[in-house]
């Protein structure tokens, strides 16, 4: 039985903190000045992220509305998946049902849809014939696919509070830039100008 239920200790629990005790020695004050850090930095990639799931759904959207039509994600004829198009049957819910406008649809789709998206099945379907021109430049589709899963997995640790700290998160950081500016140099540049990231990684605890 817990004698003090209403501790920060046993809020947190110990289980939660098991992650920043097993580098801090087990000392809780310094676990939890890493756990302060750690929600810290993961609110400051969250902001990035931001802009670049907005800015990777409205390129691809676009591409693919004006090289396959309007309705490229509701139409019977639609070229996606099966599996494709259940996500877009409950974000079209989501947004209001069948007279829900496109734009309400795109923003109720998912991070992981966008990702999906890059992978081989798509190859012929959208990405040579459309998706391909939602980038500034010549873009490698499986490499992209790849480093989108990575800033994928990023943004659901974060979503989940869990952590991020034993993450190279330096490395993560340059990824999410440079997804960016193959998407266009001003959505690069303004993420560069306004993130945290470089600042709280330079102020990151010692264990």
């Known amino acids: 039985m817990i004698r003090d239920p209403w501790t920060i200790h046993a809020l947190l629990s110990p ?11 087990g000392d809780w004050p310094k676990a ?4 302060d850090w750690n929600t810290s930095i993961s609110s400051a990639f969250f902001e990035s992220l931001h802009y670049l799931e907005v800015g990777l759904r409205n390129a691809l ?20 998946t099966k599996r494709s198009r259940a996500v877009v049957a409950i974000a079209r819910s989501r947004a209001g049902g069948t ?10 789709l998912p991070f992981g849809f966008w990702w999906s998206l890059l992978a081989d099945e798509y190859n012929r379907r959208l990405w040579q014939p459309a998706l391909r ?8 589709r499986r490499r992209l696919h790849a480093e989108l899963n990575e800033m994928r997995r990023l943004r659901n ?3 989940h509070h869990e952590p991020i700290h034993g993450r190279d998160l330096a490395q993560d950081h340059a990824r999410l830039l440079d997804i960016a500016l193959r998407m266009g140099r001003p959505l690069g540049d303004h993420i560069a100008e306004t993130s945290r990231v470089p600042r709280l990684l330079a102020s990151k605890p010692v264990a």
């Open 32 to 35: 939890l000045i890493l756990y």
């Open 15 to 25: 289980a939660r903190m098991h992650p920043y005790l097993a580098v801090s020695a």
């Open 157 to 159: 640790r974060i979503a």
């Open 99 to 108: 007279t829900a406008s496109h734009g309400k649809v795109v923003a109720e």
């Open 133 to 140: 021109h939602a980038f500034d430049g010549p873009v490698r």
């Open 61 to 80: 959207d676009r591409a693919a509305t004006e090289r396959v039509g309007d309705d490229w994600l509701t139409s019977d004829r639609s070229r996606l």
